[in-house]
C-alpha cells in the first residue's frame, strides 16, 4: 500500500488523526457516486478489475496524506458509451469536495486512470453468462 501514516494534530484538548485508509474510503465513495462510473480497478498489478461493489471501498484508490494535504489517485471503469473527459473532471470535483469537507485536509491533486470500458449486457446475455459459470 503508498499511504504515508498523517502526522498528529494537536489542539487544546488532544491530537486528531485520520488513518490513510479513511481518506482512500471517503475517495472511493466520493468515485462510485459519478455517473457513467462502472466500477473501480485494482490496477494492472491487481489484474481482475472488480464491478461496483461495496466489499473492498478503498479498491483503486490510492493517497498520500500529510498533516494539512492530501494526493489521490483512483483507477476506475467507465460504462461504455460516457464521455471520458466529463467523468473524470466530475470524479476529480467530487472527491477534493468530499475529502476536504469531511476531513479539511487541502486536496492539492486527484489524478483518475481509466484502465478499462464496461459494455452493458443484456438481461438474456446476464443470463446465459451466469448459467455458463454455474454448471
Do not use: C, W
Not at 482512500?24 to 489484474?47: D, N
Not at 486512470?113 to 448459467?131: G, P, R
Amino acid at each position: 500500500m503508498s499511504t504515508l501514516a498523517a502526522d498528529y494534530e494537536r489542539t487544546d484538548m488532544g491530537t486528531i488523526q485520520i488513518a490513510p485508509e479513511v481518506i482512500e474510503i471517503i475517495a472511493g465513495l466520493a468515485t462510485i457516486e459519478v455517473q457513467g462510473v462502472a466500477g473501480m480497478s485494482g490496477g494492472f498489478a491487481g489484474g481482475i478489475a472488480e464491478l461496483l461493489g461495496r466489499k473492498n471501498l478503498s479498491k483503486g484508490v490510492k493517497v498520500e496524506v500529510g498533516q494539512r494535504e492530501a494526493a489521490v489517485d483512483v483507477s476506475i471503469i467507465v460504462e461504455y458509451g460516457n464521455r471520458i473527459p466529463e467523468i473524470a473532471s466530475d470524479i476529480q470535483r467530487n472527491v477534493k469536495r468530499a475529502i476536504e469537507t469531511m476531513t479539511g485536509l487541502h486536496v492539492v491533486e486527484v489524478n483518475v486512470h481509466i484502465h478499462d470500458v464496461h459494455f452493458k449486457l443484456t438481461e438474456k446475455q446476464e443470463l446465459e453468462e451466469a448459467q455458463l459459470r454455474v454448471k
